[in-house]
């Protein structure tokens, strides 16, 4: 097969992108692509050639996924700003990183940096000037080999002969197909459905990936085979469906935790995963989860797919994305016989220092992707360029062995914190701040700094040696010296996650109302206090933590009631009913006059209209269709959808203003001091 190539226009955008299309005047127009598409509209695609316009935008996930979609002997074209000048432009990327208050020309270049150097060291990339490229240069039109039906890579067909054999056997017990971007694992997946259900048309196979998107080339594939059914890693942790086999496409960007349960009760699957691919990597899968199947399945299966089906093996264009996105990259084996925590060196590391040192990079980015499911390039190039992103390590005999990725969030003026607390404005990224105004009710937050622990990494093979402990212990001081007044972390809880952080002496202060969809987990919030403000944030905070939960956990935590106690240990106490506090009346303030959710202000909802309806003189200031929908909202917990569908003239976001009209009338005729409060504001 003939090889791809990267070229590289760097000039003004209009004469790149006249030279572009120049360039590729003998290409099939509709074997060209000349346009930016969404990630998911990308995939599965092929073409002869692309354009990539940076001047819009750059994003390595779309660069990771576009290269894959370049046939043998096709070409990608990058149009960029000049190099020199390149690291200097205000990308519109940067609308994703510009966290408040910071502006576009903010932030820093060194992604760019490292990436130009890695543009002007590979092999397989051509480089021109707007301003010095031949007019009348073109590029040959590649030889293209006809499409056979069916299978495109021995792989594939071989692949599917194993599967057939080990199901055959009808031993209940897993198989794992591994293979890098672009060398047809989903196809296979799709033709084997078609092929199982042919045979036996009653066949129960179910599919789940972390998008209903990604597992499109499966059904593609799978061709009339219209029993198929996609259902979401967090419906099918809790529906549990009978199936006779289950597909798991792209597990790696799944959490292991969400794996662990649905290889539990569906021993019969087949786990597809990237391991070197735009939406993450799969390093920390193919760590992890073997040493699952290890455990409970000793005759699993592993597959690995290596030829790709649209160019050659070792491609050129293939190795430079792997190489200058970081797509191959993982840690160093270390040897820990004589390992101790006193000889470990505690440094922080700056964006500079990491697009200094490739080797350290590699190690940092190495450790992020095994411990994360969803590390994607685009992390790589918010570790280097995000603002208040601090980087600390824990070094060993001269390799990097632990590290904790953390931003500083908060700092607000009293009047934004004001319309944050009311949902008025929701300023970008400061994720703890403004949950814990918005969804915990506390108005100060968004005033007060905190540390966000993002990530804490440890090498896998110095685990439970004690330097995740040590590595939060240092950030608690460096933290302390930076007048910070808390430090936080948000994850998907899980029993050991929590169990990890209540022994680092972090406390969970607020709980997601929906799963994610990926993880199948609740988010929780957990802080530690530091300064005097902070420890009252956090008295506050757990305060409303306990007496909201007992509430959220009949609506709209009901679903997972059961979990949630286990997870937290403790079977909440119902809150008093009839009394109406200062922090309820913060609540119903910022409900019934700002935008704050009904979810999280609902205790003081209830209170409020458990005294109205006891008081005629109080609760007929509502018509008798007010009455009844609040009733039916409030006190009798009907959920939305419900209530949209019996009152079919209205919608969900109708019926949520109703209820917010009718609650705000209670609230200024029951506490009157509210509706002077808001007038005066």
Same mark, same amino acid.
């Given at each position: 097969? =003939?090889?791809?190539?990267?070229?590289?226009?760097? +000039? =003004?955008? =209009?004469?790149?992108? *006249?030279?572009?299309?120049?360039?590729? *005047?003998?290409?099939?127009?509709?074997?060209?692509?000349?346009?930016?598409?969404?990630?998911?509209?990308?995939?599965?695609?092929?073409?002869?050639?692309?354009?990539?316009?940076?001047? =819009? +935008?750059?994003? /390595?996930?779309?660069?990771?996924?576009?290269? +894959?979609?370049?046939?043998?002997?096709?070409?990608?074209?990058?149009?960029? /700003?000049?190099?020199?000048?390149?690291?200097?432009?205000?990308?519109?990327y940067y609308q994703r990183m510009a966290n408040w208050p910071y502006q576009l020309e903010d932030i820093s270049g060194y992604y760019l940096r490292r990436f130009i150097n890695k543009l002007q060291q590979a092999d397989c990339v051509t480089l021109y000037r707007t301003e010095n490229i031949p007019q009348d240069l073109q590029l040959a039109l590649p030889a293209v080999t006809p499409k056979a039906a069916g299978f495109k890579t021995a792989d594939q067909q071989q692949a599917l002969t194993q599967i057939q054999q080990h199901l055959a056997e009808k031993t209940v017990s897993p198989i794992v197909i591994e293979a890098d971007r672009g060398r047809g694992k989903s196809a296979l997946l799709g033709m084997l459905a078609a092929q199982l259900m042919t045979l036996d048309p009653a066949k129960r196979i179910g599919i789940t990936a972390p998008s209903k998107k990604t597992a499109d080339v499966i059904f593609r594939h799978a061709g009339t085979a219209q029993q198929l059914c996609f259902i979401a890693p967090d419906e099918l942790c809790h529906t549990l469906p009978a199936l006779d086999l289950l597909l798991v496409d792209e597990a790696a960007a799944i959490p292991s935790s969400v794996l662990a349960t649905l290889l539990r009760h569906y021993p019969n699957s087949i786990f597809s995963t990237t391991v070197h691919g735009y939406e993450g990597t799969g390093r920390g899968f193919a760590l992890r989860f073997p040493k699952l199947l290890d455990k409970h399945h000793h005759n699993w299966l592993h597959i690995h797919l290596k030829q790709p089906i649209r160019y050659a093996q070792n491609d050129p264009l293939e190795r430079f994305l792997f190489d200058s996105l970081l797509l191959n990259t993982a840690p160093q084996t270390v040897i820990a016989g004589h390992f101790t925590l006193d000889d470990c060196h505690y440094q922080t590391v700056t964006a500079r220092q990491l697009i200094n040192n490739e080797s350290l990079l590699r190690q940092l980015f190495g450790l992020l992707v095994l411990a994360h499911y969803q590390t994607r390039p685009s992390d790589l190039r918010h570790l280097l360029d995000g603002k208040d992103v601090s980087i600390a390590v824990a070094m060993w005999q001269k390799q990097l062995i632990g590290a904790v990725l953390s931003v500083r969030e908060g700092g607000f003026d009293q009047s934004l914190a004001h319309e944050i607390h009311y949902g008025l404005r929701r300023p970008q990224g400061h994720l703890v701040p403004q949950s814990l105004a918005v969804h915990a009710g506390i108005a100060s937050a968004p005033l007060l700094y905190t540390q966000r622990i993002m990530r804490i990494v440890v090498h896998p093979q110095l685990r439970r040696q004690g330097i995740a402990s040590m590595l939060l212990s240092r950030l608690r001081e460096d933290a302390q010296k930076k007048q910070i007044d808390y430090l936080s972390s948000s994850f998907?809880?899980?029993?050991?996650?929590?169990?990890?952080?209540?022994?680092?002496?972090?406390?969970?202060? *607020?709980?997601?109302?929906?799963?994610?969809?990926?993880?199948?987990?609740?988010?929780?919030?957990?802080? @530690?206090?530091?300064?005097?403000? +902070?420890?009252?944030?956090?008295q506050q905070a757990?305060? #409303?933590?306990?007496?909201?939960?007992?509430?959220?956990?009949?609506? /709209?935590? &009901?679903?997972?009631?059961?979990?949630?106690?286990?997870?937290?240990?403790?079977?909440?106490?119902?809150?008093?009913?009839?009394?109406? &506090?200062? @922090?309820?009346?913060?609540?119903?303030?910022?409900?019934?006059y700002g935008k704050r959710g009904y979810e999280s202000c609902q205790l003081a909802i209830r209170k409020l209209v458990?005294?109205?309806?006891?008081? /005629?003189?109080?609760? &007929?200031?509502?018509?008798?269709?007010?009455?009844?929908?609040?009733?039916?909202?409030?006190?009798? #917990?009907?959920?939305?959808?419900?209530?949209?569908k019996k009152h079919s003239q209205h919608g969900k976001k109708q019926l949520q203003s109703r209820v917010r009209e009718a609650v705000s009338l209670l609230t200024c005729v029951w506490i009157p001091e509210i509706n002077s409060l808001k007038t005066n504001k």
């Open positions: 097969m =003939q090889s791809r190539r990267l070229i590289v226009i760097s +000039g =003004q955008e =209009q004469s790149g992108l *006249r030279q572009a299309q120049q360039l590729l *005047r003998n290409f099939p127009r509709g074997k060209v692509l000349d346009r930016e598409l969404t990630l998911q509209q990308v995939l599965g695609r092929e073409h002869l050639a692309a354009i990539y316009n940076t001047w =819009q +935008g750059f994003d /390595p996930d779309y660069l990771a996924a576009l290269g +894959g979609t370049i046939v043998a002997g096709g070409v990608l074209i990058l149009l960029t /700003p000049p190099l020199p000048d390149w690291p200097d432009f205000t990308d519109p998907g809880a899980t029993s050991g996650l929590l169990r990890f952080w209540k022994k680092q002496a972090y406390k969970p202060v *607020r709980i997601g109302f929906n799963r994610d969809a990926s993880s199948g987990c609740h988010s929780v919030i957990v802080i @530690q206090p530091l300064s005097e403000h +902070g420890k009252k944030l956090y757990r305060y #409303q933590f306990k007496r909201m939960l007992p509430v959220l956990l009949e609506e /709209p935590l &009901n679903a997972s009631k059961a979990e949630l106690q286990e997870l937290f240990k403790s079977t909440p106490h119902k809150p008093q009913e009839y009394t109406i &506090n200062t @922090q309820d009346k913060a609540d119903l303030e910022s409900y019934a458990t005294i109205a309806r006891s008081n /005629p003189q109080i609760w &007929n200031k509502l018509t008798t269709w007010q009455q009844q929908l609040v009733e039916e909202k409030v006190l009798k #917990q009907t959920c939305w959808q419900k209530l949209a």
